[in-house]
Each structure stands twice: as C-alpha cells, then as structure tokens.
C-alpha cells in the first residue's frame, strides 16, 4: 500500500492555462491598439488642434481657446457663408493660423457702406451681434470675389485683421486649413463653433 509520506515535495506541478482569459486579454489589447491608431489617423489626416490668437473672434472666440480644425469638410464641399474657417494670410506657411468667418464666396460682390457689410448690393444679415464696422479699409470700393477666393471678417469687428486690409485681402481656397468645428478652454467651457 503507497501511503503518502507528509513532507516536502519535490515533483514539479504543471500549471494549467486558462485559455478564456487569455483570449479574454488579447483581445482588449487588440481593441485598444486599433482605437489608438484608428484616433492618430483622424488627426493627422483630418484634423489639427490650434489655438486662437487675439480677440478679432471675441464674443464667439476668446484669445488662447483651443479649438479644433476639420480639414476634412473642405475637401468635399466649400466653404459657405457663416463657417468659421482656419486659414494662412497669403499662404504664409510661417505665420500663426488666422480664425475669421466667411461672409462672401466665389461669385459675390461686396462692399462697406457706413459701417455695415454689404453682399450683392444687400445688407448682409449677420449671424452673431456686431458692430457698426469703423474702417471699411480696401472694401469701401465694391470687390468682386474670383473663383477661388473668399472675404473674411472677424466677429469683433473693429478689431479684426481681416480681409479688409490688404496684407490679408481675399482668402484663396488654396490657403484654407479647414473649418473650426470645436472650441475648448479652461474647465467647462467647450462646445461646437457657430
């Protein structure tokens, strides 16, 4: 009769696997691994995060808030009156991302009558509260937009570089980023760009 002694033993005891957790496991690292990808494709192809510099967007934009930029939206459609777009002044790959609202395209025709934006010979009907605008600068004479370019304003109006001004001027589709979509800032304050 084999009696088992009490003692040490000795015998190496296999560990069985579980196969479930495993694959359990695995399968969350390989979820994780391709929401990460998937996110760093978005970004890099489809949008940029930048911030606003200056006040020329103030009540709709403060200065230094985040905002995201879909370059997405304009490769399949174009800007339209009222988008916030993100663009650089003349192309200039070495200056800061200038953030103004459309408020003519391609086609139009528009002109600075005392201190209001006039687009086809109407008064433009604004989409946020502005003010009666003090410099009318290069669009006190009726500018007529080529194919390609847009007129911009900012928001606050009398303090605004825009395209009133001929170091900016008409905004060519070609100097475009993208279309703001997204703003936040501090603890709380963030939402969609209107």
Do not use: C
Not at 1 to 23: E, W
Not at 108 to 129: F, H, M, P, R, W
Request: net charge positive.
């Amino acid at each position: 009769m084999g009696r088992r002694r009490a003692g040490l033993n000795f015998r190496r005891q296999r560990k069985k696997i579980n196969l479930p957790l495993v694959r359990e496991v695995l399968s969350w690292i390989v979820e994780i691994v391709v929401v990460i990808g998937l996110a760093y494709v978005l970004v890099s192809f489809f949008g940029i995060r930048t911030n606003v510099v200056g006040q020329a967007m103030e009540q709709t934009l403060e200065n230094d808030d985040d905002i995201l930029v879909n370059k997405f939206a304009y490769i399949i459609s174009k800007p339209k009156q009222g988008d916030v777009i993100v663009f650089l002044p003349n192309g200039n790959k070495k200056s800061h991302y200038y953030v103004r609202r459309v408020v003519a395209v391609p086609g139009d025709t528009v002109q600075i009558k005392d201190g209001a934006l006039y687009v086809n010979d109407e008064l433009y009907k604004e989409s946020t509260d502005v003010a009666s605008m003090e410099d009318a600068g290069i669009a006190s004479d009726a500018i007529k937009l080529e194919k390609d370019e847009y007129f911009v304003l900012g928001d606050n109006r009398n303090n605004s570089e825009d395209s009133r001004y001929a170091n900016i001027g008409n905004v060519k589709r070609d100097y475009i980023i993208g279309k703001a979509w997204f703003r936040f800032s501090g603890f709380g304050s963030f939402g969609t760009i209107k």
